[in-house]
């Protein structure tokens, strides 16, 4: 089966410029996920969809970061306008079956973001 | 708030040597724990999981992990490393009343030939 496709797989921009990342989970999953990796730390979630609805952003930092998934499938996550400290990868992900908290994720390769 | 800490932050040993990394976590409930692994090159991919039942669970590639409660330990363990091991090693914890996986900061795993 067909994984989790994310793009682009690398972005360079200048600091208060915008940026935005696209993934496409995998066919079927209703739970969308998007995490941020610093160098150096582990996955850090930044929001959840469960099919178009947010399940929890609570450390997304809404001033200046935006996700969507209109319709429940593809979703994009926004920056604007980035900041230094915004260099990372940033990780999709997907999982088939939903609330449980023991399901498996499916990570996409990431979009790597360097601000310059 | 959950976390999860990862001692070791690299780890560096020769084939045939045997293999525990250290993952401990902070919640009082009930939790699910996992151990993601990312090969260079590659995307993170589940090793093995627990959530209920023998807490020695069995995951791929050799590996295994247990589950010691009064610990809030999940040490993942391989008898014997190949240099194909070399990767980056990440525990996660999702507590069943909720829904969000907390990752440790990941050990960084280098098997020398």
């Not at chain 1, 915008?18 to 496409?24: D, G, H, L, P, Y």
């Not at chain 1, 930044?46 to 200046?64: A, E, H, M």
């Not at chain 2, 999860?4 to 939790?31: D, F, K, M, P, R």
């Not at chain 2, 610990?71 to 914890?93: G, H, I, M």
């Amino acid at each position: 089966e067909a994984g989790v496709a994310q793009s682009p797989r690398y972005k360079i921009i200048e600091k208060r410029q915008s940026v935005a990342f696209w993934c496409n989970p995998i066919s079927g999953h209703a739970t969308l996920y998007w995490y941020q990796q610093i160098l150096g730390q582990g996955p850090k979630l930044l929001i959840q969809f469960q099919n178009n609805g947010v399940v929890d952003d609570s450390q997304l930092p809404k001033d200046r970061f935006s996700a969507e998934r209109l319709k429940g499938v593809d979703s994009t996550l926004k920056i604007q306008p980035a900041k230094l400290e915004d260099s990372a990868v940033y990780l999709c992900a997907s999982s088939a079956h939903p609330g449980q908290g023991n399901e498996k994720l499916f990570f996409g390769s990431g979009t790597q973001l360097s601000v310059l | 708030a959950q976390s999860v800490s990862q001692h070791n932050h690299h780890v560096i040993l020769s084939e045939a040597a045997s293999l525990e990394l250290g993952c401990n976590y902070s919640y009082g409930g009930t939790v699910n724990l996992f151990w993601y692994v990312q090969y260079p090159g590659q995307h993170l991919q589940l090793l093995l999981k627990y959530f209920s039942g023998d807490p020695l669970v069995k995951g791929i590639k050799g590996f295994e992990a247990e589950f010691i409660k009064s610990k809030f330990s999940f040490n993942l363990r391989k008898p014997s490393v190949q240099w194909s091991d070399t990767a980056e090693y990440f525990c996660a914890v999702n507590a069943t009343a909720g829904n969000k996986l907390t990752f440790g900061g990941g050990t960084r795993v280098l098997v020398k030939p």
